[in-house]
């Protein structure tokens, strides 16, 4: 079975400051790996995902992660962060063997970002 | 290519009503899989299905929940004598095939009253 943990429901930084959200996972196979956002009211937004190769994923507005398996981890930064990144990111993970599209999400992280 | 549309986007029953959430996917996208949304927590896998086949319902309750993805039309999550515990947001996805990442709707927002 698989489980995703997102430790800190709550993050808040300074506009400019460094974005760290951590995501780690449990599967019995190599996973694919997924983060979305979720602005208020809205649906979900793919930010980034990870199947095979690079482990340095790169996605959409600025937004990295790093596919560590030895320590299980998928963690969200972004350099410098901005008013428009505040919302809810949700880590998520599928089997390579299964169905890429069955996931199982953590519980989320709110970010929050002041001036 | 218009997104994955979900409708109604905010739907209120009374209890003991039926409630039927409508899911039409994107074009080309013959995989759908409904995802619900409690209030604080995470999205939990609901049901997942190709057209006309249910292929994976693991996550549905065992009673009260059913989905369809008929040949013709939208896929619809049919929730019957809602309780209070139903409220919460259903998101649908859809992807082209099995193994590609899946696009997500707006969702529908149910309360149930």
């Known amino acids: 079975a698989q489980s995703v943990t997102q430790l800190g429901s709550h993050v808040s930084v300074s506009e400019g400051a460094l974005v760290l959200l951590r995501c780690n996972y449990s599967?019995?196979?190599?996973?694919?790996l997924f983060w979305y956002v979720q602005y208020p009211n809205q649906g979900l937004q793919l930010l980034l995902k990870?199947?095979?190769?690079?482990?340095l994923v790169k996605g959409i507005n600025g937004f990295e992660a790093e596919f560590k398996k030895s320590e299980t981890s998928f963690h969200l930064t972004k350099p410098s962060a901005h008013m428009s990144d505040a919302a809810e990111y949700f880590c998520a993970v599928s089997e390579s063997t299964g169905t890429a599209s069955k996931l199982t999400f953590g519980t989320g992280t709110r970010l929050q970002v002041t001036l | 290519n218009a997104g994955v549309m979900q409708n109604p986007r905010h739907l209120v029953r009374r209890r003991g009503q039926e409630a039927r959430l409508r899911c039409s996917p994107m074009k080309g996208h013959s995989h759908v899989y409904w995802y619900r949304q409690l209030p604080e927590e995470g999205l939990k896998f609901m049901v997942y299905l190709q057209k006309e086949n249910i292929i994976d319902e693991s996550g549905m309750p065992k009673e009260r929940f059913s989905a369809e993805f008929p040949k013709e039309g939208p896929s619809i999550l049919r929730i019957q004598q809602v309780v209070r515990g139903d409220s919460a947001a259903y998101f649908c996805?859809?992807?082209?095939?099995?193994?590609?990442?899946?696009?997500f709707g707006q969702g529908t927002r149910l309360t149930v009253v």
């Open positions: 996805a859809s992807s082209p095939s099995r193994d590609r990442e899946a696009f």
């Open positions: 990870y199947t095979t190769g690079a482990t």
């Open positions: 599967s019995s196979v190599p996973p694919y």
